[in-house]
């Protein structure tokens, strides 16, 4: 799962053993409100980062053991279970931390200059829910743990590639600035072919919006993710029982939004790619096969 595109995965599905469903519920839940008090709504960014200053607080009380909040408090609601979940398997803080690092983040950057920037930002946003996950199911070695990195950033790219022009209007950009230089796509471009969009959009869909400058680019972004989650696949092997089928089928989902885009040419401006029962069927055939 990926911070801010969990909606693509299953959480917390029926494939998951009962007993571990109400931590990976109280992990969602912190995450997603955390994530929505950095990305979501009108609050000026002084506000949100102080209420996200209170995430850390509350971290903090549950780290001390002073974790106690009034009934019908909000943050109650969110650390309360979380609490539980910490304690009862044992989970390590500096996941959470990374994540609230990487919301504070995201009140104010906008954009990422390099690869290494992206990454960076994928290992405090994507990569600890997959060490968490591995916490939860005792598997939390070294190697799993890379190849969890791997496979959880890998997915957040995907993510990124997909929704593109969603990001753009909300004023972000995850391509890689100098990717986005060396291919000959400026910030100009991309606002051209939003706009073009937004016209087809309100008439019937014409011409495609996106051309073979722009495919280069995103063939490129493509592969650098594809190569991740093929480089990961391999701990769906090492994760005996449900959480492997399911981890294999995050892994496939992800693989097929990237064929998806690849023929679409890449052109997202107006086709948001996403999987459909169809797709969900045809993974399932895949990771059985």
């Not at 539980?84 to 983040?105: G, R, V």
């Not at 743990?145 to 753009?168: E, K």
């Not at 989902?253 to 790619?273: A, S, T, V």
Request: one cysteine or more; glycine letters at 6%.
């Amino acid at each position: 799962m990926a911070v801010d595109h969990y909606e693509n995965f299953p959480v917390a599905s029926m494939l998951l053993p009962r007993r571990l469903r109400p931590a990976v519920h109280a992990i969602y839940r912190f995450a997603r409100s955390a994530d929505d008090i950095a990305d979501e709504g009108d609050a000026p960014a002084h506000e949100r980062l102080r209420r996200l200053t209170d995430y850390r607080r509350a971290l903090a009380q549950v780290a001390s053991g002073t974790d106690r909040w009034p009934p019908g408090d909000p943050l109650g609601a969110v650390f309360q279970p979380l609490s539980l979940a910490i304690q009862h398997h044992d989970l390590p803080l500096q996941p959470f931390e990374d994540l609230l690092s990487a919301f504070e983040q995201d009140v104010s950057t906008t954009r990422y200059g390099s690869q290494a920037d992206l990454l960076d930002y994928c290992r405090r946003s994507a990569n600890p829910v997959g060490r968490l996950m591995l916490h939860l199911y005792r598997a939390a070695d070294q190697d799993n743990l890379l190849l969890s990195d791997a496979i959880c950033t890998g997915l957040q790219l995907v993510n990124f590639w997909q929704d593109a022009a969603v990001d753009w209007r909300k004023g972000r950009i995850y391509i890689p600035q100098e990717s986005m230089s060396r291919h000959g796509v400026d910030e100009l471009y991309i606002a051209r072919r939003i706009s073009l969009a937004d016209g087809m959009a309100r008439a019937a869909p014409g011409d495609p919006i996106a051309d073979t400058t722009w495919a280069a680019l995103m063939a490129e972004q493509a592969a650098w993710a594809q190569g991740l989650l093929l480089a990961g696949l391999p701990l769906a092997s090492r994760l005996r029982g449900r959480i492997g089928l399911e981890l294999k089928l995050v892994v496939l989902g992800g693989l097929r939004i990237l064929e998806r885009l690849n023929h679409l040419h890449y052109d997202i401006f107006l086709q948001r790619p996403t999987l459909a029962r169809r797709d969900w069927a045809l993974l399932c055939w895949r990771a059985l096969r």
